[in-house]
């Protein structure tokens, strides 16, 4: 009940697509929905984050759109970039107690020129 | 931002190693976390107020402190070869806070 499923492994788009990464839930208690950037060598970056309480949250050209009832989130990335290929990670958690972020498998994606 | 000591360790297995993080500035809560290759990063433990605020599947030869200027240590024994993997720390500010700052990790080999 703790797991989060994210799709695809990987992914490669041209650049200027709109790569779209996909997160599944189980435990309907998780009320913090954020998606973290890694580049290699380097730690996790928090993107952008969302609530259960909205459907889609945008942060220039990050967007999550969130479906409770399917209890699924998603990650676009408009007019995406070279500089944009990295590993993405969605992650949940709850709120209240110890914040323990449960990750997805995460997503490489690459972006073409 | 979050650092952390040092960037790469080789050990043997059965032996101990002590990785160290300091706290971004101002805040008081310090989470490690396991990211083997090709996965995701799993949660260890929480610290908050020097106090263990919460644990992950994680036997007890992975400890911690949280030292009274926020830095942290993670302590493994007994090192087995799957303990290979990046080991992050992630701080932020209260126990229940939503965004935590990940540090650039320390990559642990065992042989």
């Known amino acids: 009940q703790q797991q989060v499923k994210q799709s695809p492994q990987s992914l490669i788009v041209q650049k200027g697509g709109i790569p779209i990464i996909n997160c599944a839930y189980e435990?309907?208690?998780?009320?913090?929905f954020p998606w973290y950037q890694q580049f290699p060598g380097k730690g996790p970056a928090l993107l952008i984050a969302?609530?259960?309480?909205?459907s889609e949250k945008k942060e220039g050209r990050f967007t999550i759109s969130f479906n409770k009832s399917a209890k699924q989130f998603s990650l676009h990335i408009m007019d995406s970039q070279p500089g944009d290929s990295a590993t993405y990670f969605c992650?949940?958690?709850?709120?209240?107690?110890?914040?323990?972020?449960?990750f997805g498998q995460g997503t490489r994606l690459t972006i073409n020129p | 931002g979050v650092t952390q000591s040092p960037t790469h360790l080789i050990k043997t297995r059965g032996q101990q190693v002590t990785l160290r993080c300091s706290s971004q500035?101002?805040?008081?809560?310090v989470s490690w976390y396991q990211q083997a290759l090709g996965q995701g990063p799993q949660f260890i433990f929480q610290?908050?107020?020097?106090?263990?605020?919460g644990r992950g599947n994680f036997p007890p030869r992975f400890s911690g402190l949280q030292f009274p200027n926020d830095s942290s240590e993670l302590n493994v024994n007994a090192l087995e070869l799957d303990d290979s993997a990046l080991y992050l720390c992630?701080?932020?500010?209260?126990?229940?806070?939503?965004?935590?700052?990940f540090g650039p990790g320390t990559r642990l080999l065992v042989l």
């Open positions: 992650a949940a958690s709850r709120i209240q107690g110890a914040q323990k972020l449960v």
């Open positions: 435990n309907t208690a998780f009320d913090y």
């Open positions: 969302i609530r259960p309480d909205v």
């Open positions: 992630a701080s932020s500010f209260g126990g229940a806070s939503e965004t935590q700052y």
């Open positions: 500035s101002g805040h008081n809560t």
């Open positions: 610290y908050y107020r020097e106090e263990e605020n």
